[in-house]
């Protein structure tokens, strides 16, 4: 197959800047509807990197994303949010940006053209087949993701990948790589659009499917969240009225007293059993 950047392709719309806001708005709109069913074609895939992270990590291995830009940005958004979430250590799951934590915010010119960089920031985390590593870039083409991912499956470490363009040098390195065709941008070329929106998607699927697996939600609630705010302590004080039967002042004497939902709940049940 030709590889061919259809993230890169020209926008189906033209003379953007002489649409009125409501047909910029509108038109964007009715692009970002198409996200959701590129996603959708893509589940089998997804549902194998799932399988390989979830086997990985409940054997003591960790999860790394690796991007550079947006796509970096991405990757440290989810793993940021696992620990509060699903109260898991700070070093299970694991988001690398090409140029380091100044990238964040700031652009850092050239730095994901670095083929060599990437397999040195994992090699930081001792970096080990336990692990799995998953590449993250719209184009597929990112040097410093691929290179890590080369790196990665010469040492015996499972690579996974998530891009927007089929048959990517990063999509035909990746072992289970997840590629979802978005196509064109309404900004020709701009992937923080449909691309960043594809791949967001993606990302909550994976860490979300992989903590329910690990156990770390009960029914629909998050019970191993960190109470780190006062909105936090509300909805934990909620969780235990509604999961026990109980009044708000016992729910929240159960809280003060164990500091986590998860156990106040398993605490309470023993108790009564």
């Not at 087949?129 to 499972?158: E, F, H, W």
């Not at 860490?207 to 936090?232: E, F, P, Y």
Request: glycine residues 8%.
């Amino acid at each position: 197959m030709t590889f061919i950047k259809t993230t890169e392709q020209d926008s189906k719309y033209n003379a953007l800047e002489k649409m009125s806001v409501h047909e910029l708005l509108t038109s964007i709109n009715k692009e970002d509807r198409t996200v959701p069913l590129a996603v959708e074609k893509a589940i089998p895939q997804i549902e194998q990197v799932v399988t390989q992270v979830v086997d990985k990590l409940k054997n003591g291995g960790r999860l790394f994303y690796m991007g550079a830009g947006t796509s970096g940005r991405l990757g440290v958004v989810d793993a940021s949010e696992c620990p509060p979430t699903f109260g898991v250590a700070h070093d299970l799951v694991i988001g690398l940006i090409a140029g380091g934590d100044p990238a964040i915010r700031n652009a850092v010119e050239f730095a994901e053209d670095d083929t060599t960089q990437g397999w040195k920031d994992l090699q930081e985390y001792e970096i080990s087949s336990k692990d799995v590593v998953i590449g993250i870039a719209a184009s597929g083409t990112t040097p410093y993701v691929i290179g890590a991912l080369q790196k990665c499956n010469q040492n015996n470490i499972i690579t996974g990948c998530i891009t927007c363009n089929e048959a990517s040098p990063l999509a035909t390195t990746a072992q289970f790589p997840i590629v979802v065709t978005v196509g064109p941008e309404f900004v020709t070329g701009s992937s923080r659009m449909k691309a960043g929106t594809a791949q967001k998607l993606v990302l909550n699927m994976i860490s979300t499917a992989v903590m329910i697996q690990l156990g770390r939600v009960k029914g629909n609630k998050m019970v191993d969240m960190q109470l780190s705010n006062d909105k936090l302590v509300d909805r934990g004080i909620r969780m235990l009225m509604t999961e026990l039967n109980i009044a708000r002042e016992e729910a929240t004497n159960l809280l003060n007293k164990y500091g986590n939902v998860r156990n106040a709940i398993t605490s309470y049940e023993t108790t009564k059993n």
